[in-house]
């Protein structure tokens, strides 16, 4: 009987220790921490941290569209576009470094080795075209490419402005900007009622109106738009009061006078 009540008495203070362990250990757990994904220290969630979550942050440059973890903006990688004139080189064949304007169509003539389309793709994914294209004609192609020219990209600025024209887009610019770059306003202009027109795409042109003489008035540029490349602005002798939101492009050249460029 005595043994059998030692037995139990260990029983009972074993049990004891192993909820005393159990307590300590979720004592020094962080408090508000709840089962899940582990997170950063930067407050990302992923699959893991330390080595892990590092690899992972690594892992938004494969792309080359920048990690804003590490501050990084995300910037797509350029895509070629019709004349866009690229450089090809072999290193070990150098007899085919050739230069490669992108035609209408979105092709580029390599060559001995045919047609391939340009149009649309990274230069990285254009490399890996050339060197597609040559397997079985060269060996081992190893080609290399490079961006040689492009169309820049532009605003148009027409009506009422000193000097209407093609301007090159360099940097952040807004409409009030692209108006001074064209000379500013003239004499008989509508301040009120600038028109910035946008292609959609091939069928549609998106048109807003800006009242950049109350902006102008009021010291208050908070709502003067950027220009994308490819915009339109178009300042008007008299007011228009009534204008659609989207124009076909048809109707979005009534506004222009083809002269002035």
């Known amino acids: 009987m005595k043994r059998t009540s030692h037995l139990a008495n260990v029983a009972v203070a074993s049990l004891l220790a ?8 979720a004592r020094e757990q962080p408090q508000g921490e709840s089962p899940g994904p582990a997170t950063s220290s930067a407050g990302q969630t992923g699959a893991g941290s330390g080595k892990t979550a590092t690899t992972a942050a690594k892992s938004g440059t494969a792309d080359g569209m920048g990690n ?17 004139v690229v450089t090809v080189s072999f290193t070990l064949s150098p007899e085919f470094d050739q230069i490669l304007t992108v035609q209408p169509d979105g092709y580029v ?5 045919g047609m391939v389309v340009a149009q649309g793709l990274t230069l990285d994914e254009f490399r890996a075209a050339v060197e597609r294209s040559y397997q079985g004609y060269l060996h081992d192609p190893q080609p290399a490419v490079a961006l040689k020219d492009f169309e820049h990209p532009y605003f148009i600025a027409g009506g009422q402005v000193g000097h209407p024209g093609k301007y090159e887009l360099r940097g952040e610019t807004t409409v009030a900007e692209a108006v001074q770059i064209a000379g500013g306003f003239t004499q008989d202009a509508k301040h009120s009622q600038v028109l910035l027109f946008r292609r959609v795409n091939d069928e549609l042109v998106e048109a807003r109106i800006f009242n950049l003489k109350k902006m102008l008035q009021e010291k208050n540029l908070a709502e003067d738009p950027h220009l994308q490349p490819g915009d339109l602005i178009f300042v008007p002798q008299n007011a228009i009061s009534k204008i659609g939101r989207f124009l076909s492009r048809p109707s979005a050249s009534l506004y222009l006078n083809s002269t002035q460029f």
């Open 68 to 84: 804003p973890q590490l501050g990084g903006e995300r910037r797509p990688l350029y895509r070629l576009r019709r004349s866009d």
């Open 109 to 113: 003539a390599l060559k001995d080795a």
């Open 18 to 25: 192993v909820q005393l362990c159990v307590a300590v250990f």
